[in-house]
């Protein structure tokens, strides 16, 4: 019962470069999302998808791209980091339906761009 | 506006004490679903408790209660029996039926039970 499956967990970029964060669910879910968590700003939506083939922006979406070719499967991509991505970024995965059903979170990726 | 509000950064607790964590929502949809979720200092999320906007009765699940006052949109985790292991910091969450399923979280409240 792996659950939400989030790679790597800890990552040093240099500016510039790009990388993609990897999460996968195995629980079915359609909707699945991606967060940052800062100090004091709890966690901020980047990008959500509804279901394969479907993505939109959250609240935080600059700097980041994702896609959805499989109900599984949900990666981040930095295109250029930058030191203001310095964050830890959380994948999470729920059920589509409603209000009623909880998010099931990934151990987070600790990222530190220098 | 903000959709989660929790206005304790940091709160202190004794051992075996009870303590309540607040949470404040701003919503117009009459269908939605409150969550509370602790990190402890490993960092991953845990699921604690939910409440629907339709239920009648307080949520509760094992040491753990949602204080539900629909009409001031509070929503407080109440932790009974505080334990070393309850330190950590607590979320609470919002998801609605009408704004595309997403969940909005507020900043989080740092809890440190002290023996």
């Known amino acids: 019962n792996a659950g939400v499956t989030q790679t790597p967990k800890f990552q040093v970029l240099k500016t510039g470069q790009s990388m993609t964060l990897q999460c996968a669910q195995d629980?079915?879910?359609?909707?699945m999302s991606w967060y940052r968590q800062d100090p004091g700003m709890g966690l901020r939506l980047i990008h959500y998808s509804v279901g394969a083939g479907i993505t939109d922006q959250g609240e935080v979406p600059n700097g980041y791209n994702v896609s959805r070719s499989t109900t599984e499967d949900f990666p981040l991509r930095l295109l250029s980091a930058a030191p203001s991505q310095t964050s830890v970024y959380f994948c999470?995965?729920?059920?589509?339906?409603?209000?009623?059903?909880?998010?099931?979170f990934g151990q987070g990726t600790r990222l530190t761009v220098v | 506006a903000q959709k989660i509000t929790q206005t304790q950064p940091g709160m202190f607790v004794q051992e075996k004490e009870a303590v309540t964590l607040d949470c404040t929502y701003d919503?117009?949809?009459?269908?939605?679903?409150l969550f509370w979720y602790k990190q402890p200092s490993s960092g991953e999320m845990i699921f604690l408790i939910y409440?629907?906007?339709?239920?009648?009765q307080n949520a509760t699940e094992g040491r753990y209660s949602l204080n539900f006052q629909k009409a001031r949109k509070s929503a407080n985790l109440v932790i009974s029996a505080s334990q070393l292991g309850d330190s950590a910091m607590y979320f609470c969450a919002m998801r609605e039926f009408h704004t595309g399923n997403q969940f909005y979280f507020g900043t989080g409240t740092s809890l440190t039970v002290i023996p």
């Open positions: 409440q629907g906007s339709y239920d009648q």
């Open positions: 999470a995965s729920s059920l589509r339906r409603g209000w009623e059903t909880e998010a099931f």
């Open positions: 919503t117009s949809d009459p269908s939605y679903g």
């Open positions: 629980m079915n879910h359609e909707y």
